[in-house]
């Protein structure tokens, strides 16, 4: 049977798009291939494991909570300017992306560290953010906020004008307007796009070390655990990343799995 | 569907060159390492040095080029926790200089590297920042500073700090250690984490070394550790088993050694190897 142009095209992009998978899906294989499981169990009973794991979990949830409650006003107001200084602030909240993480941790030092710019202002009774819990917030915040606004400017975009033109004619103040109906309707979008963000903050480690130190239990998050490890025992560091990635496939499939359940339900209605 | 043959084809093609290429480049390698004694000449010097070194190790290429003419000197500085990871995957190095033995003995145990000679020392001291250079003076202060950073256990600052607290508790009271470590705020992964955090007023004082507390004169006040408390990191250099260039390696640790080389190290900070 002669096969026709369709299925070799299908074919020929499948092909293209599996050069890529597989360099993407190799060496997370390897991280989890190249492992015993003796070795897996050392590393899930390593002392430094449950304080990280559990310091991790409460400051990216603290920081997706942040991110979410200011950046979703943002992204709306954003969404709907339409002068030249929403793009500039668009363009300019997408620039922790590209500054090095340890950089970034460098300039968190350099603005509220104590001999920051605002030093004088934030501590004046001598007590300040560094080395503590707070900061590591503060360092996850500021590295993961791009991820969310940006998935969630373009889902507001993606709304329809009319319903929110109806609604406003029907006499909603904005803020009933925000919360009733561009929140409900872009959901997916912001959800999505907190996912993104919670992975960024789960995976952060340069500013943290940077802006925060690395102290078990008080601000030694899963990343800064793994980089100790390394500097021990490569095996360790690679159990711990074992655990951090299937901590990380674990929530992020629930969040998909959440969101076609939502999507679904919304289109029946 | 001639394309298909035509590709298979090419396939067999490339796939036979890389096999000869491959196994022509190895003879040739062989050969080579082989011809070292019959005049063939060495003309690249390949070295891989702890971070600590890199001042003195750049200072010290031009009287080396100088001295070999034609020569061409390559660095590597990185952690040596790195540079071990990269000569065991087969990294081509003639010379390797680690900033301390336990590296250093689990390459010799490997195979990978022969003849080790110590060229220098290093010693851990205290730096202050500048807002507390009046209340820390000395290592017994830094049971009532009011933040300490030090190196993770892991790395060797971090391993040699324990060790001072531990060795001051006959002087300085057995609870000595736990309540230095109850000032400790952060445990960073290198030494320049911890000098980045005193010098920048975050901390108030860490223990590095001497050569890193030098680059950072103007911003912290140097306090050293006594010398019946402290402890000397050794830095010894290894000639790499696959040196493409055995002769020049030796050079280089023998410029080490020289009184060139010795200027450089104590103008950095190093003090010297104890006479043999």
Request: hydrophobic residues 50%; proline residues 5%; glycine residues 8%.
């Given at each position: 049977m002669k096969p026709t142009r369709v299925t070799l095209e299908h074919l020929g992009l499948g092909a293209v798009g599996a050069v890529l998978l597989g360099f993407l899906a190799l060496p997370l294989i390897a991280l989890f291939v190249t492992l015993s499981l003796a070795e897996f169990h050392a590393g899930l009973t390593n002392p430094l494991v449950t304080p990280a794991l559990e310091l991790s979990l409460v400051t990216t949830t603290a920081t997706v909570a942040i991110v979410t409650l200011f950046g979703t006003p943002l992204a709306w107001k954003l969404a709907n300017a339409q002068g030249r200084t929403a793009r500039v602030i668009e363009v300019f909240f997408q620039l922790p992306v590209v500054v090095p993480p340890s950089v970034a941790g460098v300039a968190l030092l350099l603005a509220?560290?104590?001999?920051?710019?605002?030093s004088g202002w934030l501590y004046p009774n001598e007590?300040?953010?560094?080395?503590t819990t707070v900061a590591v917030v503060m360092a996850e915040v500021f590295v993961s906020a791009p991820f969310y606004l940006q998935p969630a400017v373009s889902a507001f975009r993606r709304l329809d004008p009319g319903v929110i033109l109806v609604a406003r004619s029907l006499g909603a103040l904005p803020s009933r307007v925000f919360f009733s109906i561009a929140v409900p309707l872009a959901a997916p979008g912001l959800i999505a796009g907190a996912a993104m963000a919670w992975a960024r903050a789960l995976g952060e480690f340069g500013a943290t070390l940077m802006?925060?130190?690395?102290?078990?239990?008080?601000?030694?998050t899963l990343p800064l655990a793994i980089y100790t490890a390394l500097e021990l025992d490569l095996r360790a560091a690679q159990s711990l990343s074992v655990v951090l990635v299937a901590v990380a496939f674990t929530l992020l499939s629930a969040t998909r799995y959440f969101l076609r359940l939502f999507v679904t339900k919304n289109d029946i209605q | 569907m001639g394309w298909v043959k035509v590709f298979g084809c090419a396939r067999w093609v490339v796939l036979c060159y890389v096999a000869v290429s491959v196994s022509v480049g190895c003879a040739r390698a062989r050969n080579s390492s082989r011809g070292g004694?019959?005049?063939r000449r060495e003309n690249t010097l390949t070295v891989f040095a702890a971070a600590s070194l890199r001042g003195v190790f750049t200072a010290l290429k031009p009287t080396f080029t100088h001295a070999h003419p034609g020569v061409t000197v390559t660095f590597n500085f990185a952690g040596t926790q790195t540079l071990r990871a990269q000569v065991e995957h087969?990294?081509?190095?003639d010379l390797f200089a680690s900033a301390d033995w336990r590296h250093m003995r689990a390459l010799m145990a490997g195979g990978k590297v022969a003849e080790p000679i110590v060229f220098a020392r290093n010693e851990p001291v205290m730096v202050v920042s500048r807002e507390a250079a009046s209340t820390v003076?000395?290592?017994?202060d830094l049971a009532t500073a009011q933040r300490v950073v030090l190196g993770v256990p892991e790395v060797p600052i971090g391993a040699y700090s324990l060790e001072i607290f531990a060795r001051a508790r006959s002087t300085l009271g057995e609870d000595f250690s736990a309540r230095v470590e109850a000032r400790v705020v952060s445990r960073e992964l290198n030494v320049r984490q911890v000098l980045a955090k005193v010098s920048l007023g975050e901390a108030q004082a860490g223990i590095v070394y001497r050569t890193d507390a030098l680059t950072a004169r103007d911003r912290v006040t140097v306090v050293p550790i006594a010398p019946e408390v402290n402890v000397v990191a050794e830095y010894p250099a290894a000639v790499s088993r696959s040196a493409r260039s055995p002769g020049l390696a030796r050079a280089w640790v023998a410029l080490l050694l020289s009184p060139t080389g010795r200027q450089a190290l104590t103008t950095a900070g190093f003090s010297l190897p104890r006479a043999p």
């Amino acid at each position: 049977m002669k096969p026709t142009r369709v299925t070799l095209e299908h074919l020929g992009l499948g092909a293209v798009g599996a050069v890529l998978l597989g360099f993407l899906a190799l060496p997370l294989i390897a991280l989890f291939v190249t492992l015993s499981l003796a070795e897996f169990h050392a590393g899930l009973t390593n002392p430094l494991v449950t304080p990280a794991l559990e310091l991790s979990l409460v400051t990216t949830t603290a920081t997706v909570a942040i991110v979410t409650l200011f950046g979703t006003p943002l992204a709306w107001k954003l969404a709907n300017a339409q002068g030249r200084t929403a793009r500039v602030i668009e363009v300019f909240f997408q620039l922790p992306v590209v500054v090095p993480p340890s950089v970034a941790g460098v300039a968190l030092l350099l603005a509220f560290g104590r001999r920051g710019l605002f030093s004088g202002w934030l501590y004046p009774n001598e007590t300040t953010v560094s080395f503590t819990t707070v900061a590591v917030v503060m360092a996850e915040v500021f590295v993961s906020a791009p991820f969310y606004l940006q998935p969630a400017v373009s889902a507001f975009r993606r709304l329809d004008p009319g319903v929110i033109l109806v609604a406003r004619s029907l006499g909603a103040l904005p803020s009933r307007v925000f919360f009733s109906i561009a929140v409900p309707l872009a959901a997916p979008g912001l959800i999505a796009g907190a996912a993104m963000a919670w992975a960024r903050a789960l995976g952060e480690f340069g500013a943290t070390l940077m802006f925060a130190g690395n102290l078990e239990g008080r601000t030694q998050t899963l990343p800064l655990a793994i980089y100790t490890a390394l500097e021990l025992d490569l095996r360790a560091a690679q159990s711990l990343s074992v655990v951090l990635v299937a901590v990380a496939f674990t929530l992020l499939s629930a969040t998909r799995y959440f969101l076609r359940l939502f999507v679904t339900k919304n289109d029946i209605q | 569907m001639g394309w298909v043959k035509v590709f298979g084809c090419a396939r067999w093609v490339v796939l036979c060159y890389v096999a000869v290429s491959v196994s022509v480049g190895c003879a040739r390698a062989r050969n080579s390492s082989r011809g070292g004694g019959d005049g063939r000449r060495e003309n690249t010097l390949t070295v891989f040095a702890a971070a600590s070194l890199r001042g003195v190790f750049t200072a010290l290429k031009p009287t080396f080029t100088h001295a070999h003419p034609g020569v061409t000197v390559t660095f590597n500085f990185a952690g040596t926790q790195t540079l071990r990871a990269q000569v065991e995957h087969g990294a081509a190095v003639d010379l390797f200089a680690s900033a301390d033995w336990r590296h250093m003995r689990a390459l010799m145990a490997g195979g990978k590297v022969a003849e080790p000679i110590v060229f220098a020392r290093n010693e851990p001291v205290m730096v202050v920042s500048r807002e507390a250079a009046s209340t820390v003076r000395s290592l017994a202060d830094l049971a009532t500073a009011q933040r300490v950073v030090l190196g993770v256990p892991e790395v060797p600052i971090g391993a040699y700090s324990l060790e001072i607290f531990a060795r001051a508790r006959s002087t300085l009271g057995e609870d000595f250690s736990a309540r230095v470590e109850a000032r400790v705020v952060s445990r960073e992964l290198n030494v320049r984490q911890v000098l980045a955090k005193v010098s920048l007023g975050e901390a108030q004082a860490g223990i590095v070394y001497r050569t890193d507390a030098l680059t950072a004169r103007d911003r912290v006040t140097v306090v050293p550790i006594a010398p019946e408390v402290n402890v000397v990191a050794e830095y010894p250099a290894a000639v790499s088993r696959s040196a493409r260039s055995p002769g020049l390696a030796r050079a280089w640790v023998a410029l080490l050694l020289s009184p060139t080389g010795r200027q450089a190290l104590t103008t950095a900070g190093f003090s010297l190897p104890r006479a043999p």
